[in-house]
């Protein structure tokens, strides 16, 4: 399943760069950034056809949970 496979290798990815403490802008080392940033935290939101759809907040948790980082939010604040 494709999807899985892309959370899979996202899991991957930031547990390997949590235990290497290495930032993922400039390969150097660092202390207190995340490895993980998201847009929102969003559920899921009305896509072109105004149908539902998942928003990242579930994949974003997904990973949040799996890997025991906290995403960086970038974008819309949680209401």
Do not use: W
Not at 24 to 48: F, V
Request: hydrophobic letters at 35%.
């Amino acid at each position: 399943m494709l999807i899985q496979e892309r959370m899979n290798a996202a899991f991957r990815i930031i547990s390997r760069l949590q235990n290497q403490n290495i930032s993922t802008e400039t390969n150097a080392p660092c202390s207190g950034s995340s490895p993980l940033i998201a847009i929102h935290h969003a559920k899921y939101y009305r896509d072109s056809d105004y149908q539902l759809s998942l928003g990242p907040g579930p994949f974003v948790t997904a990973l949040e949970s799996a890997t025991g980082v906290q995403a960086h939010v970038v974008g819309k604040p949680p209401s």
